[in-house]
């Protein structure tokens, strides 16, 4: 089975940039590769509902952000590698959360931005961002 591992959290002050990083091994119960599939991020934040904050598609041609973090975010993808990566910059306290790493299902052709699009996830990544 496939695995999401989640890294690159951690405590930072507000405006500072943290990069998170998901690896991925093994296939999925299907026999798909990483690349097969669309793949983003969420976070929840404590007492709130999950938030997905940046999608990619398969190929890593389109990708969705949340307002939130539009501007501040970069996801992007290496299907060679299998790993997944997100850029957040300018951080805020609102950005504090566990990040989870998510792989989309498969027969989407576009990138997810629900979390309804998602099928599977990692453990997450704490992210802190102090005042």
């Known amino acids: 089975q496939m695995q999401l591992v989640e890294s690159g959290g951690g405590l930072v002050q507000a405006g500072g940039s943290l990069r998170l990083s998901c690896a991925a091994s093994g296939r999925t119960a299907s026999g798909r590769a990483l690349s097969e599939h669309p793949m983003g991020w969420f976070r929840q934040a404590p007492g709130k509902e999950r938030e997905v904050v940046a999608g990619i598609d398969r190929l890593g041609e389109t990708t969705y952000y949340a307002d939130s973090v539009k501007r501040r975010f970069d996801l992007s993808r290496d299907n060679v590698k299998n790993t997944l990566s997100l850029q957040m910059n300018n951080l805020k306290p609102d950005d504090t959360a566990v990040y989870y790493c998510?792989?989309?299902?498969?027969?989407?052709?576009?990138?997810?931005?629900?979390?309804?699009?998602?099928?599977?996830w990692g453990q997450g990544t704490q992210v802190t961002v102090s005042s």
């Open positions: 998510a792989r989309g299902i498969q027969s989407n052709r576009g990138r997810p931005s629900h979390i309804n699009d998602f099928e599977s």
